[in-house]
Nanobody, 119 residues
């Protein structure tokens, strides 16, 4: 499994960005996908999660109503549309998926993409 994020950048407060995550490997459409973020000096936190079919979606309270997660099971892509961005959204954003192993769930991560919201 390989995850590659893109779409980060610098934007003013109130602006928008669309992050993309390209998946390569097996069984993309059978598993949930998530976006996490990590700000300097803080722990990595879950931003949004989408089920394998897209029928179940969850958001962190801090992004509800502003961010939208989606996926394309034909293109093996997952997206995060971020609107009304705030300075506190500044972080490195990571794409994530999990696979079951004999020892439990294993996390796969991308390399991350930097999002900076500043005037």
């Amino acid at each position: 499994v390989k995850l590659v994020e893109s779409g980060g950048g610098s934007v003013q407060p109130g602006g928008s960005l669309r992050l993309s995550c390209a998946f390569s490997g097996f069984s993309f459409s059978n598993y949930a996908m998530s976006w996490y973020r990590q700000a300097p000096g803080k722990e990595r936190e879950l931003v949004a999660r989408i089920s394998s079919t897209g029928g179940s979606i969850n958001y962190a309270d801090s992004v509800k109503g502003r961010f939208t997660i989606s996926r394309d099971n034909v293109k093996n892509m997952v997206y995060l549309q971020m609107n009304s961005l705030k300075p506190e959204d500044t972080a490195v954003y990571y794409c994530n998926t999990q696979r079951p192993r004999s020892t439990g769930l294993y996390d796969y991560w991308g390399q991350g993409t930097q999002v900076t919201v500043s005037s």
